[in-house]
């Protein structure tokens, strides 16, 4: 990936230094790492990412599956060698929507962190939130009154410049209450339970004119849109996009049969089933908060963290 910059606190005489970050997501892990100079100025270095579905069957149960942890924590074993191999002493790790939610999340956090070797924290969904907001400061085009949704897999994101909120609803939970449903109209469906969820939400006075999109089917899309793997798009080229173009990339889609769709963005086929319920959610809080043009990125959870570990002082 293309490297990136932010700007640490002030401090010439600090010393240059390499760090790590994890975020354990409903649907993905993501591992991120990167340095910060003598200047305080961050840069991501690499970024890993890969599905490993833990929320799967987490609506129906209310636990993560003996499966999904297991799959979760093969990922971590190997991040964990690359953190051995790459001599990365310092690292930090959340855990977010899946893990709030679930009845052994203590059991589930615990194993994990033994395998990773890093202890895991969950996190509120502000905390989340405010997580991932710090994160996509580091996109270009980012200036202040900042926007942002992250559309997850239990649970969705909003910040409007220092206000962080979020919902319990997300791409993971929402797709298996459809298929629970069993309507005539899938999509109808979703669009009515997504307008329902967004309904509450609380819409700023005075919102920026474009919103990133940190998450969710908008990345989805464009990534879609300019040839590339979901895995790996990092925004960094995209222009902000308008509701028509992300709906014309919709409906192109959906022409595709399931297997297309998902090789397409480099996925599996029930990682790609999950995108119609993306766009339910998108479509709906754009309407919510009368939001016209989208800026997706590859940046959220796991950027903010790390610049947040290279920002504190090392014990």
């Known amino acids: 990936m293309t490297p990136h910059r932010s700007r640490r606190g002030s401090g010439s005489d600090a010393a240059p230094e390499r760090a790590a970050a994890l975020d354990l997501g409903s649907n ?8 910060v100079d003598s200047q305080g100025f961050v ?65 589930a956090v615990a194993r994990l962190s033994d395998r990773l070797g890093v202890p895991v924290g969950v996190v509120s969904g502000e905390r989340e939130a405010a997580l991932a907001r710090r994160g996509v400061r580091g996109a270009p ?13 239990t649970s ?23 298929a629970a449903a069993r309507p005539d109209d899938p999509e109808a469906w979703l669009r009515r339970e997504a307008d329902r ?5 609380a819409t700023p006075a005075d919102p920026p004119a474009v919103w990133f999109a940190a998450g969710g089917a908008a ?5 879609r849109r300019e040839g590339e793997g979901l895995l790996t798009f990092t925004g960094d080229r995209t222009e902000p996009l308008d509701r028509a173009a992300l709906a014309a990339e919709y409906a192109a889609f959906r022409t595709e049969d399931r297997g297309a769709r ?6 599996t086929v029930p990682h790609a089933d999950l995108i119609p ?30 610049a947040e570990t290279l920002r504190n002082p090392a014990p």
């Open 43 to 107: 840069t991501v270095d690499a970024k890993r990412v890969e599905v490993t579905r833990i929320a799967e069957g987490l609506g129906a149960t209310g636990r993560l599956g003996p499966d999904p942890i297991e799959r979760t924590g093969r990922a971590l074993d190997r991040f964990a060698r690359v953190l051995r191999e790459e001599a990365i002493g310092r690292a930090a790790a959340v855990a977010t929507g899946a893990f709030r939610i679930a009845e052994n999340r203590d059991d």
């Open 262 to 267: 998902a090789a397409r963005l480099g996925i």
């Open 277 to 306: 319920a993306g766009w339910a959610l998108l479509e709906a809080l754009l309407d919510r908060f009368d939001v016209l043009h989208v800026r997706p990125t590859g940046r959220g959870v796991a950027e903010g963290l790390l």
């Open 156 to 178: 969705t994101e909003i910040a409007v410049g220092s206000v962080a909120s979020s919902i319990p609803t997300g791409v993971v939970n929402l797709s298996e209450a459809c």
């Open 197 to 201: 969820v967004v309904a509450g939400l």
């Open 219 to 223: 990345v989805a899309l464009a990534a």
């Open 141 to 153: 085009g980012a200036v202040e009154p900042l926007a942002m949704l992250d559309i997850g897999g």
């Open 28 to 35: 993905m892990v993501r591992l991120v790492t990167g340095s």
